[in-house]
């Protein structure tokens, strides 16, 4: 007879291998044939909403591994909260005004640009921006991110410009909105003021000099040692191109400020700084006087080269961090020497253009690029005697984020949100302390950056975007940006898209019969600035969700890189409390970089990037998806060849667990062959233990958005608990028992509920294979896994007492598997069913035993096993159970031709002479 036949053996059509870059396009493929997102959006509609608003990734371009790790997060987060019992939609966005396109159409288009008009050119733009939405939506659905992808939403859409221009309005309504000459971020190259958010911080090396300013007026009344010798105020500036727009010297009201004698010219620096100035200038000298800087305001000191004024200020921005303590200011190319400018009445002085060149009548320098103007600056401060001592200095300096070059601050007429009116600032700070940032230290970061900016720059020098839509009147010059006047035109672009900006006149634009309210003039020109890109996107839960009865607002989660801070988080929150009162979001959750695994950042030109593409096609979109769950996101996170090998090592052991027990399922039904739990054999009990300990601390951590954590439980749980103690005890039972026994149905309703349980749990982190396991899992169920919800708490499964008893007998087997190993490499046996084992303990351990021993022979899968007084000779002497000694010897008796289990009672039936009595039980 051919004893195979009668054991039930796995048997399954779900795959060993994965082969995931070919099965997870077609499950891809099914999940549009049923209209998955379509039946989740159905199966939500009376559930509460959880609103995760996804913060628009720019349409440039195609995806990188930073967008491969923050949308999955998302789609993780979004799928836990739909099994959680949430409706969670997915309104998936896209960032598509700014310089990048611009620029790159420019590029693109070559000398035809010089051709074009604005608005020919933004149809560039548009086209352009489509494209790569087009191009990245795919990448995007391929790592199986569920969402409305038909309904995406565009910051160039004519609904979203017309609700851009409308926010604006607001806070023209508010007061909020102004038109100011402030110093600003300004990129030269770019040729446009740049917002806080656009700067990026990169070592430079400048210029570092010390430059002295005769001082005019005679002081010697309040300080005597002052007389009759020339008094200089020496300041320190790492920019010597500004010293032409020097207006002023500050000095802060409390420090000590004192006078030194240098070859016979008297020096005066703040005392806290005097041993360092001298040291850096290798000078030597004696100090003459000791005074607080009230004694010299406003007294003149002279310009180095040219034939004015610079008047000693008292400020208190004024630092002993490094320097002199006596701070070279010019209004028009520094935030704190524009306020103290400005509130001393001086003039905001620019002497540079866009382009960063001096103007042209500026004497001396006129017509020079600012930069390259420094070696002429020191030139003549040498030659007029008022250079005290130069050198290099390497610092952090501000860059442009797009052409990384770096950029200037200086004073232009620029539109501003100012931090004050209304209380933004405050509000915003108050706000802040209202949401749930995660982790915690992104509070303190967005609080310090809003707690110190300046006014809100929302102007941008270029075509592609919204238009600020205010007008000038021709006759007076006197601005229009009023909140009617801007509200008429928000709904102008929302009928015909912002472009009618810069293919309509004013007069189209305007509601019929304005005049000018300063002269009475009825005709008006256009603003040609745009709006900041950051306002673009900051107002997406005014043009997102709260127009669609989908959606909700505030919303409950904000999701994005640590950069957002600076970014999205911060201009979502000064448009909305600036407008509402109230932050956009309930909470917000960060995570780090994506770093090489050597942990360097990633560049084309070190050849470290690491493209989703690649990685897909090599391990599949689920690897990389286990790959986003297995990092603590919360830091930076690193990628290699080798850290994807043991992920996808990982992978493989989860998949190929569920695999085993499917294919043990083969001939379950759930509804007709299900044991019920006080029937189930106390392994299977304890099997189930161990499963809601896990279902607890999976939850557990989804519910804290600690994903690495369900990565360690789920990957620990298959290797261990299942593959290397349950499921390996498992086999003789599921292969040998009668089909339906008793014994097998216990062990196959545990492991149905165990791939089921598991199945969901992984559905949020491995989507595609979770879903190929819900298809071959037996029973009925939902039409996919992502329709499903989280398994119930089953408190009732847990069993402290049968998990400690079966500790004691996975100890016991410990020792006995070691005293096995010593024995197969000695040659004495091959496989464990080889092996007969004799154990002797402590009394009590041999009591404890004696009440297991079947249960013993089962888990140690040994033919025989017998408990002796005392074992002496060859004995292993057991390492985790204190007493324990373990013989191993060959088994006696024959092999059963159907287990493999040796007998000293083959042939007790003449029908079956070479299987031992429990096959023949089975085989009858």
């Not at 591994?65 to 739909?82: C, E, P």
Request: hydrophobic residues 40%.
């Amino acid at each position: 007879m051919d004893y195979k036949a009668t054991l039930n053996l796995p048997q399954t059509d779900f795959p060993m291998k994965a082969n995931l870059y070919q099965r997870e396009p077609e499950l891809l493929k099914r999940w549009q044939e049923l209209d998955l997102y379509g039946m989740i959006e159905e199966a939500g509609k009376d559930k509460p909403v959880y609103m995760l608003h996804d913060g628009p990734p720019y349409a440039n371009g195609h995806t990188h591994i930073g967008h491969a790790l923050n949308k999955t997060l998302k789609d993780i987060v979004l799928k836990v909260k739909r099994m959680e019992g949430f409706q969670a939609p997915y309104v998936p966005g896209w960032d598509c005004h700014g310089l990048p396109i611009e620029l790159q159409v420019e590029k693109n288009l070559g000398s035809k640009k010089h051709q074009m008009t604005k608005a020919e050119m933004r149809k560039e733009c548009r086209v352009y921006a489509k494209k790569f939405i087009d191009i990245q939506k795919e990448e995007f659905k391929r790592l199986g991110v569920l969402g409305d992808w038909d309904n995406p939403y565009m910051t160039m859409t004519n609904e979203y410009e017309g609700l851009t221009a409308a926010e604006l309005a607001k806070f023209a309504h508010n007061g909020g909105l102004y038109r100011g000459k402030k110093p600003v971020h300004w990129c030269s190259s770019c040729v446009t003021a740049l917002a806080e958010a656009e700067v990026e911080y990169a070592d430079h090396t400048s210029p570092s000099i010390f430059v002295k300013f005769a001082l005019q007026d005679d002081v010697s009344g309040a300080i005597p040692a002052l007389a009759g010798k020339p008094v200089f105020v020496v300041i320190w500036t790492t920019t010597p191109w500004t010293i032409p727009a020097n207006l002023a010297i500050a000095m802060h009201p409390e420090y000590d400020y004192c006078a030194v004698e240098v070859d016979g010219q008297l020096l005066i620096v703040a005392e806290g700084l005097k041993d360092q100035f001298l040291a850096a200038n290798n000078l030597s000298g004696e100090t003459v006087a000791t005074f607080k800087a009230g004694l010299l305001e406003r007294k003149r000191c002279k310009h180095p080269f040219y034939d004015r004024d610079s008047i000693i200020l008292l400020g208190e921005h004024v630092t002993l961090e490094a320097g002199t303590g006596c701070v070279h200011t010019a209004p028009g190319h520094g935030q704190d020497d524009y306020e103290l400018g400005l509130r001393e009445g001086l003039e905001i002085y620019n002497p540079v253009d866009n382009h960063g060149k001096y103007i042209g009548n500026l004497e001396l320098f006129g017509g020079e690029k600012v930069f390259e103007a420094n070696p002429k600056v020191i030139e003549k401060l040498q030659e007029v005697g008022a250079l005290v001592g130069v050198s290099k200095i390497s610092h952090s300096y501000p860059h442009c984020w797009r052409c990384k070059k770096p950029i200037i601050f200086r004073a232009t007429e620029q539109w501003f949100i100012s931090m004050e009116a209304n209380d933004l600032r405050k509000k915003s700070l108050e706000a802040i302390d209202k949401v749930q940032w995660i982790p915690k230290w992104g509070r303190d970061r967005i609080y310090g950056m809003v707690e110190n900016r300046p006014d809100w720059c929302i102007s941008r020098q270029r075509s592609w975007g919204v238009p600020i839509t205010a007008f000038s009147c021709t006759d007076c010059g006197e601005f229009l940006a009023d909140g009617p006047t801007m509200d008429h035109v928000a709904e102008l672009f929302k009928q015909h898209s912002s472009d009618v900006w810069f293919e309509w006149e004013a007069a189209q634009l305007l509601p019929a019969g304005t005049t000018c309210s300063k002269c009475g003039g009825a005709a008006f020109a256009k603003e040609n600035d745009i709006l900041d890109v950051w306002f673009d996107s900051g107002v997406s839960h005014a043009a997102v969700l709260e127009p669609n009865p989908k959606l909700s607002s505030p919303a409950d989660l904000y999701l994005e890189g640590s950069d957002q801070h600076r970014g999205w988080f911060h201009s979502s929150l000064l448009e909305s409390v600036g407008t509402r009162g109230v932050a956009p979001y309930k909470s917000v959750l960060t995570h780090g970089f994506v770093l090489d695994g050597q942990g360097r950042k990633m560049s084309k030109s070190m050849g470290n990037v690491v493209a989703p593409e690649d990685v897909i096609k090599k391990f599949g979109a689920d690897v990389l998806r286990l790959w986003c769950s297995a990092q603590d996101y919360r830091d930076d996170n690193r990628i290699s060849e080798e850290i994807l090998n043991r992920v996808a090592e990982a992978y493989r052991r989860i998949r190929n667990t569920c695999r085993f027990m499917l294919g043990n399922l083969n001939d379950f039904d759930p509804a007709t062959d299900s044991v019920a739990f006080a029937d189930l054999m106390p392994i299977d009990r304890l099997a189930l233990h161990h499963l809601e300990l896990l279902k607890e601390r999976v939850l557990a951590a989804y519910t804290e958005f600690e994903f690495h954590v369900i990565y360690q439980a789920i990957n620990s749980f298959c290797t261990v608990e299942l593959s290397a103690l349950y499921l390996d005890i498992l086999k003789d039972r599921l292969y040998t028992s009668r089909k339906d026994a008793h014994e097998r149905r216990s062990s196959q309703t545990a492991m149905y509920l165990i791939t089921d349980t598991l199945t969901r749990l992984l559905a949020p982190l491995i989507s595609f294979t979770a879903d190929e396991i819900w298809q071959f899992l037996p029973g009925e169920r939902e039409a996919s896994v992502h329709l499903s919800a989280f398994p119930k708490p089953a408190p009732e499964y847990k069993d402290a007492g049968l998990a400690g008893t079966w500790a004691r007998l996975f100890d016991v087997r410990a020792d006995v598997l070691k005293a096995l190993e010593l024995k197969r490499v000695e040659k004495v046996i091959g496989h464990p069913l080889d092996a007969a084992v004799r154990l002797s303990a402590p009394a009590a351990t041999v009591a404890f035993m004696n009440d297991y021993l079947d249960k013993l022979r089962a888990i140690c899968i040994v033919s025989r096993l017998d408990l002796v007084e005392e074992l002496s000779g060859d004995a292993y002497d057991g390492t985790v159970v204190e007493g324990l000694k373990v013989l191993v010897e060959k088994a006696p008796g024959e092999k059963c031709e159907r287990c493999w289990c040796y007998s000293e009672e083959l042939g007790s039936d003449a029908a079956h002479p070479t299987i031992c009595p429990k096959c023949t039980a089975a085989v009858n």
